[in-house]
């Protein structure tokens, strides 16, 4: 069983939230989240890699203090034939995806990507329209166009149809963080 966190007397807790990212690039953007919102984020990445499951995330979070409010998310790209069925597999998660990669959510801040495209001509799109831009780097500019333009980034990823390409739903956890800051 987890350790669980004794609530402070006459205060309400933030929830923490663990994240399980499957490469460098989602663990950049949680991070930058994390700093953003202030809010308490366990970011666990490429140490489960694909081979993430719910035994892998219960001893994970044995190690680590929790509360009832806690959230789990799964923060994966989808690309990979049955690795939607692996994760949707995992009880007691939100599934945050993107397909074909997570550069489609960036890209989805500066225009609308409504035709299947692959990862390689998402980095070259955003590579065009940020030039500082590299898979494991963020750059202040696109920190910049990440905050600025959030809003139509999540307008636009609403509008694809979910888990095809393309698709994501990376605009979920911001929610979530948004929602509990103004708590």
Known sequence: MSRRRPAPKGK???PTFFV???????????KFLKSKY???IE???????????????KQYKKQKFTHKNDKTFLFYDIDAPKMLEKLQA??????LYSNPCIELWFLLHLKEQKANISCNDCYK???KRIKTYKK?????????QLSVKYQKA???AKKLSHFSNPSTNVWLLIEELKNVKNR
């Open 12 to 14: 309400r807790m933030k």
């Open 20 to 30: 399980f990212c499957e490469g460098k690039t989602e663990e950049l953007y949680v």
């Open 38 to 40: 202030r809010i308490p």
């Open 43 to 57: 970011i666990d990445t490429q140490v489960a890699k694909n081979g993430i499951n719910a035994n892998y995330i």
């Open 90 to 95: 995992i009880d007691n998660t939100v599934l």
């Open 125 to 127: 799109e955003l590579k």
């Open 136 to 144: 494991t780097y963020f750059s202040e500019e696109l920190k910049d």
């Open 154 to 156: 999540a307008n636009r």
